[in-house]
């Protein structure tokens, strides 16, 4: 078999509660901000310090809400990470495709999964339009059983199913 390699950027998703939480993050820190502000002005120039720390805070807690994932396929196994303002990178999981025991459009999934379940879903950033999700269920040495809920492209797909048991 020849090797494979797929790599696929996503974007997630700004949903309700993301909005929300930017929403509540400025509010709270305009609040801070104007408090010491007003401090400033008949304590010390110190506080002024403490604004600028505080709007450098805001700052970072707003891009901290801009998430990507990152779906890699290679030679049969699937990395997912999570890519946090373009600045972090956390390993979400790592699995091998081979060790799938259910694979398909999540549309099509069953509801009654009692394991754990993680989802990447978001809207892939070439083409800026939702992808329809897939999910793939597996036992994992840490999570126990694990349902991954994720949007790919044809091109991770196509790198999947060659290392799909053959029952999939």
Do not use: W
């Not at 990152?70 to 049969?76: F, K």
């Amino acid at each position: 078999m020849t090797d494979t390699f797929a790599e696929q950027l996503v974007k997630k998703s700004q949903n309700s509660s993301d909005s929300m939480k930017k929403v509540l993050i400025l509010a709270s820190g305009g609040v801070i901000v104007a408090l010491l502000l007003y401090v400033s002005f008949f304590i010390t120039p110190l506080a002024l310090l403490l604004v600028a720390g505080a709007v450098y805070v805001l700052y970072m807690l707003v891009i901290g809400l801009n998430i990507e994932y990152e779906y890699t396929v290679t030679n049969g196994s699937l990395d997912i990470d999570k890519i946090i303002a373009k600045r972090k990178r956390v390993s979400m999981i790592s699995v091998d495709v081979k060790d799938f025991t259910a694979f398909g459009n999540f549309e099509d999934s069953d509801d009654d999964f009692s394991g754990t379940t993680i989802m990447t879903t978001g809207i892939d950033k070439v083409d800026e339009i939702e992808k329809p999700s897939c999910y793939a269920d597996f036992n994992h040495e840490s999570y126990g059983e694990v349902r991954l809920v994720f949007s790919p492209d044809e091109k991770v797909i196509e790198c999947i199913k060659p290392y799909l048991p053959r029952n999939l």
